[in-house]
């Protein structure tokens, strides 16, 4: 599958490099084609690896992850809206995490609202999913890393999508038994105020 990943941090890094040792042509999108970080990634991971603009990642992928800050991810999903994204699964991996004020951060968005669920109305066309933004990057694509049984939650409106998703995160190592669908959309409102606990 032709997988599309926006945003260049650790999330974008481990979420993409687990995507091609799967053997997944994946593309990392930035705010520029030639981004340092994005750039040596692709060349570190070989032909399975490309990079481009975040425009360039979302045309390329079937399925695309959205590993930017939930802070800035609206402005940049926003200058996606149309074409790259339309009809397309969007993992929306993404926090609103807000560190103005230091350590720890407060959440931009919460209690009536999730940065999921801005994402959806501000994509209407486009079939977001929420999932893995409660854990650990390292976690997200290796869930062994942890002894014992642990639990990830899957939020989004439309079914087939989060069927494709939940596939994706059977071929990182999850269990069928601790894939957790929640509900609609509305639901990324708890995993995202999960952060804070």
Not at 26 to 44: I, K, L, Q, V
Not at 66 to 77: H, R
Not at 79 to 91: D, S, T, W
Request: glycine share 12%.
């Amino acid at each position: 599958m032709k997988i599309g990943v926006l945003g260049t941090g650790m999330v974008g890094q481990a979420i993409g490099g687990r995507l091609v040792e799967l053997g997944h042509e994946t593309r990392m999108g930035s705010r520029t084609a030639d981004h340092p970080g994005a750039t040596e990634w692709a060349a570190n991971l070989g032909a399975h690896a490309s990079n481009g603009t975040f425009a360039d990642a979302a045309s390329f992928g079937d399925l695309v992850f959205n590993c930017t800050p939930g802070t800035v991810s609206l402005a940049v999903l926003g200058a996606l809206a149309g074409e790259p994204l339309q009809g397309k699964v969007l993992v929306d991996v993404s926090n609103a995490l807000d560190f103005s004020a230091g350590f720890p951060p407060s959440l931009a968005v919460a209690n009536t609202d999730s940065i999921g669920e801005q994402i959806q109305r501000a994509l209407p066309d486009t079939r977001v999913v929420k999932a893995l933004n409660t854990l650990n990057a390292d976690l997200m694509v290796h869930p062994s890393l942890l002894d014992g049984a642990h639990d990830l939650f899957i939020a989004g409106d439309d079914a087939q999508a989060k069927s494709e998703v939940r596939t994706l995160l059977l071929e990182f190592g999850w269990s069928t038994n601790n894939i957790h669908d929640l509900g609609g959309i509305i639901c990324a409102r708890g995993t995202e105020m999960y952060l804070p606990l």
